[in-house]
């Protein structure tokens, strides 16, 4: 299969990926406040920790299809995850505090702009040990293989 159809496929894969984790999110966040009274927050930080897990483990298997090197691509991932969210407030606060812009924009940004930075960080960082066939561990069948 030729380069550019592989990244293509991965990048659907990675979209699809995401879209189950942001209905996970949905649902047991949706599902804690209505069925156990959970409180917003309470509900909130378990449906992002709970999409996060979704997101990681559907990135390892699904999109990138590597050995799990978790290791290597746990705290990556979960440092980028951080990040996406401190960007994702300061890009809310930027552009409707300073800028006025009416918050349908803002999320309209954020769809656009936290997703492309995330798949790319994902391939070019998180993920890429096991992708680059220069690296130790391409190739390898298992976290063992790496240890």
Not at 25 to 38: H, M, P, R
Not at 95 to 121: D, E, G, K, N
């Amino acid at each position: 299969m030729h380069a550019a159809r592989r990244e293509v496929l991965r990048i659907l894969r990675f979209g699809g990926v995401g879209i189950v984790a942001t209905l996970t999110y949905v649902v047991v966040t949706t599902a804690l406040i209505e069925l156990l009274a959970a409180s917003i927050m309470t509900a909130t930080v378990i449906g992002n920790l709970t999409a996060i897990l979704v997101s990681y483990f559907g990135h390892l298997h699904v999109t990138f299809q590597v050995p799990p090197y978790h290791r290597i691509f746990l705290p990556r991932f979960l440092f980028t995850a951080a990040v996406g969210m401190l960007i994702n407030v300061g890009i809310a606060w930027l552009f409707s505090v300073v800028f006025a812009i009416p918050y349908q924009a803002i999320i309209a940004i954020v769809l656009v702009a936290l997703p492309l930075a995330s798949y790319l960080v994902s391939r070019y960082w998180i993920y890429f040990p096991a992708l680059d066939e220069r690296s130790p561990v391409a190739g390898r069948s298992s976290q063992t293989d790496y240890e």
